[in-house]
């Protein structure tokens, strides 16, 4: 199949972009990378009177420090964080979640902006981002990431807002991080997914972050309050598993029933505690 037809904007700023966007309101859409929208074209689930190219807006495409984290461009290409020493040394939970993006190829021209602004459930980029406490920045302001995912394929953004980069927060001493997933394929969408953040003082989890996601319409932040004040034993990572998996009720699919995913979620979410504790436990060489 082919699109409908569409008027093509190549804009040459973000000024220009947003101008398109007001001019056409709801009707325009907005091509980074193209992996997920151009299918959606092609198949004709996306029928946009415009659509406003931002390959060619300067300044979109840096990673730099920040804060003492990273702030990644909209258009920076997943392959291309995928190997950036900065991201492996000051966020190991995105440099462990790129890989799982689709494939090598669709990595090479998806942007980390493009997964952040598309919102799909099982995307592997909007649940690291909420694990990890990030931001969105925008044309307009900065939105935490727990505050920007509204539902499947569905963002706080404005119809003339456009999202300019992400800030990923630096892992600190004594955290460890862990991201996990079950797809029927690589590359394929998940039928779960889980990510953790600990920190570790002392010998017991001061402060822990846990979010899952492909089994609720937006990556979402599960209670952790019980492993607070305390090391990270087989009757705490157990309990919450059980705990996580109850508290999501999943969608058939043809891959799995909700049973079967929730089974899933508890498994990854025990895995996803155990490497984040280990992590955050290991003496450094």
Same mark, same amino acid.
């Given at each position: 199949m082919k699109p409908v037809p569409f008027t093509y904007v190549r804009a040459e700023s973000v000024e220009q972009a947003v101008d398109a966007l007001r001019a056409h309101g709801g009707e325009a859409k907005l091509l980074a990378g193209g992996q997920s929208l151009v299918p959606a074209l092609n198949m004709r689930l996306a029928r946009p009177s415009v659509l406003v190219d931002l390959n060619r807006v300067p300044g979109l495409d840096r990673i730099d420090e920040e804060n003492g984290g990273i702030r990644i461009g909209a258009l920076v290409r997943? /392959?291309?964080?995928?190997?950036?020493?900065? #991201?492996?040394? $000051?966020?190991?939970?995105?440099?462990? /979640?790129?890989? +799982? #993006?689709?494939?090598? #190829?669709?990595?090479?021209?998806?942007?980390i902006g493009g997964s952040i602004a598309h919102a799909d459930a099982a995307a592997e980029l909007p649940l690291a981002l909420v694990a990890l406490a990030g931001s969105v920045i925008t044309t307009l302001r900065t939105i935490p990431a727990a505050d920007f995912f509204v539902g499947h394929f569905t963002t706080a953004l404005a119809?003339?807002?456009?999202?300019?980069?992400?800030?990923?927060? $630096?892992?600190? /001493?004594?955290?460890? /991080?862990?991201?996990?997933?079950?797809?029927?394929?690589?590359?394929?969408?998940?039928?779960?997914?889980?990510?953790?953040?600990?920190?570790?003082?002392?010998?017991?989890?001061?402060?822990a972050r846990l979010a899952v996601g492909s089994v609720t319409d937006r990556p979402e932040l599960l209670d952790v309050e019980p492993l607070l004040g305390r090391p990270l034993d087989d009757d705490g990572v157990r309990s919450l598993g059980t705990a996580a998996a109850a508290a999501v009720d999943?969608?058939?699919? +043809?891959?799995?029933?909700?049973?079967? $995913? $929730?089974?899933? +979620?508890?498994? +990854?979410v025990e895995r996803a505690l155990r490497t984040a504790w280990a992590r955050a436990t290991e003496t450094p060489s």
């Amino acid at each position: 199949m082919k699109p409908v037809p569409f008027t093509y904007v190549r804009a040459e700023s973000v000024e220009q972009a947003v101008d398109a966007l007001r001019a056409h309101g709801g009707e325009a859409k907005l091509l980074a990378g193209g992996q997920s929208l151009v299918p959606a074209l092609n198949m004709r689930l996306a029928r946009p009177s415009v659509l406003v190219d931002l390959n060619r807006v300067p300044g979109l495409d840096r990673i730099d420090e920040e804060n003492g984290g990273i702030r990644i461009g909209a258009l920076v290409r997943q /392959s291309a964080a995928e190997r950036a020493q900065l #991201v492996h040394e $000051r966020c190991p939970l995105l440099a462990k /979640s790129l890989p +799982l #993006v689709g494939h090598f #190829v669709t990595r090479n021209r998806g942007t980390i902006g493009g997964s952040i602004a598309h919102a799909d459930a099982a995307a592997e980029l909007p649940l690291a981002l909420v694990a990890l406490a990030g931001s969105v920045i925008t044309t307009l302001r900065t939105i935490p990431a727990a505050d920007f995912f509204v539902g499947h394929f569905t963002t706080a953004l404005a119809d003339d807002e456009l999202v300019v980069a992400s800030t990923w927060p $630096r892992a600190r /001493s004594g955290e460890g /991080s862990a991201f996990g997933e079950f797809a029927p394929r690589h590359g394929d969408f998940a039928l779960a997914s889980a990510a953790c953040v600990l920190r570790v003082e002392n010998g017991a989890v001061a402060e822990a972050r846990l979010a899952v996601g492909s089994v609720t319409d937006r990556p979402e932040l599960l209670d952790v309050e019980p492993l607070l004040g305390r090391p990270l034993d087989d009757d705490g990572v157990r309990s919450l598993g059980t705990a996580a998996a109850a508290a999501v009720d999943p969608p058939p699919n +043809l891959h799995g029933s909700p049973r079967y $995913r $929730r089974a899933l +979620l508890g498994t +990854l979410v025990e895995r996803a505690l155990r490497t984040a504790w280990a992590r955050a436990t290991e003496t450094p060489s």
